[in-house]
């Protein structure tokens, strides 16, 4: 047996929301066996807060907020077997960069794994690209593996890495019928829809379907509480609309943890949210909307085949949508008790990889200073990185921790930035449009 398979696997988990931190640390530990957990969160406009970490329900034994050049600082002086960047592609490609760079000349290395969080439907060649050069690119399902592959191939890139596996969090017990009180859930989306107009249409039409079923119990799910952010910018926050709409008492609003909403739902609601996919896994009955039309931009595009589609005209009159079972089967989510096994193959490769004789080769992205001149350059910059992955002259914390006075500005900077973005930039949208 090789030595990986007995030993505690020491991961690193590089994450820059809260979405992305729970991708992170639940595909870290679906990949090894009771790891040691080492977490460090990107500073930036979406790091997570204390709640929404503990929403995850994964503990890491250590757990720090950092920049780029700091974790990379952090890489070149620990040893671990793996790093999983949970980053948006931009931040995988510097990181890339960067990791390439404290690594050059060892003769061993860590495995580096990345992915995605959910579905993908926008910018799959320009996602994949920025993600190609880790060991593994993990694949959600069976169609997103021959989609990747096929973009990699089709670049003249190495398509090994592409990894099958499905998303990390699916799991609970199946549906076995109805709940007292029939709860529906609509799951909602930082930033589908994105303007006042189509956010407060589902709000009434949500509240409606709770003021003509007075007998269930309507939910209205939160991703963030006020002055929080998530993955995407919300700057209308459903929490604050619904406050002039007047709800029914069976009308509620809930936070927490997703999976144990899912216990008690009768019937998922969303535009296009990751939730289908959950609640998809459990056989629960999911409807994924049309009222807003079936468009690229919400994303709810992907579900077409998936018998999901519905109107909140036709819940209300009592459709209850039947999930294909081949449209489910190809997105990794079908409860057939296959998803136990979803995990092995990317275990194996893992495995062989860390047992690799005279260690791994360097890492090498599809994206260089002679492939792209015109686009790296401007990815590195972003995170402190010159072209060759060392940090730009003045790269915060590069040579010293920061002191108490660089904290202090520090997070003033990143409250004055989520106000702006919370709080000015909308009311600068709206007088655009006046």
């Keep these: 047996m090789p030595p990986s398979a007995t030993k505690q696997l020491r991961i690193a988990i590089l994450a820059d929301s809260d979405t992305r931190w729970k991708w992170g640390a639940l595909t870290a530990a679906r990949i090894a066996q009771d790891p040691a957990l080492d977490g460090y969160l990107l500073r930036g ?6 709640r929404q970490l503990d929403e995850v329900g994964v503990r890491a034994d250590s757990l ?23 980053l948006v592609g931009g931040g995988v490609q510097a990181m890339l960069h960067g990791l390439a760079r404290v690594w050059q000349g060892r003769t061993e290395r860590p495995v580096v794994v990345t992915g995605y969080v959910g579905v993908v439907y926008e910018k799959l060649a320009d996602g994949l690209l920025l993600r190609h050069g880790a060991d593994l690119v993990l694949a959600n399902s069976r169609q997103d593996a021959e989609r990747f592959r096929a973009v990699y191939e089709g670049v003249g890139a190495d398509a090994s890495s592409v990894t099958e596996v499905a998303l990390p969090f699916l799991g609970g017990s199946s549906y076995e019928g109805e709940h007292d009180p029939y709860t529906v859930v609509f799951a909602v989306q ?24 007075p007998e269930r119990e309507v939910l209205l799910k939160l991703r963030s509480k006020p002055g929080e952010h998530t993955t995407h910018i919300e700057e209308l926050p459903y929490q604050k609309l619904v406050q002039r709409l007047e709800p029914p008492a069976n009308f509620r609003l809930v936070y927490g943890n997703m999976g ?21 896994h459990r ?31 036709q819940l209300d009159a009592g459709h209850r949508p039947v999930a294909d079972e ?29 047992d690799h004789p005279g260690g791994l080769p360097e890492l090498t992205p599809y994206y260089t200073p002679e492939t792209a001149p015109g686009y790296l350059p401007g990815i590195l910059a972003r995170h402190h990185l010159a072209p060759d992955g060392t940090p730009l002259p003045g790269a915060p914390a590069h040579d010293k921790d920061p002191g108490p006075v660089r904290q202090i500005v520090r997070r003033a900077a990143r409250g004055a930035y989520r106000h702006g973005v919370q709080r000015v930039a909308p009311v600068i949208r709206r007088m655009g449009e006046l």
């Excluded at 406009?45 to 204390?50: G, I, K, V, W």
């Excluded at 006042?196 to 709770?210: E, F, N, S």
């Excluded at 089967?329 to 194996?348: I, L, N, P």
């Design 45 to 50: 406009r979406a790091t997570p807060t204390a």
């Design 64 to 86: 720090r907020e950092v920049t780029a050049v700091e974790f990379l600082r952090a890489m070149a002086e620990e040893s671990y077997d793996i790093v999983v960047l949970s």
């Design 190 to 213: 930082p930033s589908v829809p994105d303007n006042r107009r189509d956010r407060v249409y589902l709000l009434k039409r949500l509240i409606g379907h709770a003021r003509l079923h």
């Design 260 to 280: 144990e909403v899912l216990d008690r739902t009768d019937l998922l609601v969303t535009v296009s949210s990751t939730a289908a996919l959950e609640s998809l």
């Design 283 to 313: 056989r629960i009955p999911t409807v994924v909307l049309t009222d807003l039309g079936i468009r690229e931009v919400l994303g709810n595009h992907h579900f077409v085949g998936s018998g999901c589609l519905a109107s909140w005209d």
């Design 326 to 354: 081949e449209w489910v089967a190809r997105q990794g989510v079908a409860a057939d008790g296959s998803y136990a096994h979803a995990f092995d193959a990317a275990r194996e490769r893992i495995a062989k990889l860390l």
